[in-house]
């Protein structure tokens, strides 16, 4: 089994044979391949949250799964080793359970991080530490204000010792289970809007031109400077002979 969107392309043998001996393996054998065919946990940006984290039209706001971490330390045995935990999770709740798993670069999305993350005890941890990584939950809605990012941003932070367990698919599900079944106990409010999530290039020239023409008033200011060639244009020789 090839996983998608999985960046090695060795793929995963299983032998089925062991599992035909009763309905209990056949059954284990159903979970084993469900687990193995489960996506990457993806990294969360502007082009993946909607997939990842968005709640569908009139839906609940759908509950998030994010690991702050560094990018450096992602391919760290820990790191990895809950990146793995968190796609078996996955694979165990479905795509229909209303929960969205991803993982977070800490250097780039520093303003993001700071504002769901904002404890000394949190952030320091995502972005210093050799094996640091935050795990929490968030959900929240789209902010309908001017420059988008998110409203309504509440967070629970997972006290689980990542990296350390060969059940931590297992613990993640129980502290999911228990954040999902509180309406208050654990979840703290995020004051104002969370801001938007930074894309992973910085945009060209000619995208910059754009958004600053279309969205930051730079129409005005190129039609104020073409109407002044236009007048320069036309009335150069009187204002010269008043000069």
């Known amino acids: 089994i090839w996983p998608p969107r999985a960046s090695s392309a060795a793929p995963r043998v299983i032998a089925i044979g062991e599992y035909y001996a009763s309905s209990e393996g056949r059954r284990d054998l159903l979970a084993e391949i469900a687990r193995a065919a489960a996506p990457p946990v993806a990294k969360l940006g502007p082009s993946t949250y909607h997939a990842t984290c968005g709640a569908r039209p009139g839906a ?50 520093r303003p993001f991080v700071r504002h769901v993350a904002p404890d000394e005890s949190s952030l320091p941890a995502a972005t210093t530490q050799a094996d640091g990584a935050v795990l929490i939950a968030l959900r929240g809605g789209a902010s309908t204000r001017r420059g988008g990012g998110l409203a309504r941003v509440e967070t629970a932070r997972s006290r689980l ?83």
């Open 60 to 109: 609940e706001p759908r509950v998030c799964l994010l690991l702050l971490v560094p990018p450096r330390l992602v391919g760290s045995v820990s790191v990895a080793g809950t990146l793995d935990a968190m796609r078996d999770a996955a694979a165990q709740l479905g795509s229909d359970a209303g929960v969205g798993f991803a993982w977070v670069d800490a250097d780039r999305q």
């Open 161 to 243: 010792h990542l990296g350390e367990s060969a059940s931590e698919a297992e613990a993640i599900l129980g502290w999911l289970t228990e954040v999902r079944g509180s309406k208050r106990g654990g979840w703290r409010s995020m004051p104002g809007n969370a801001p938007p999530l930074r894309a992973d290039d910085l945009p060209g020239a000619a995208a910059r031109l754009r958004i600053w023409v279309v969205h930051s008033h730079g129409w005005l200011v190129l039609a104020i400077l073409g109407g002044l060639c236009v007048s320069g244009f036309f009335f150069y020789d009187e204002v010269a002979a008043t000069l």
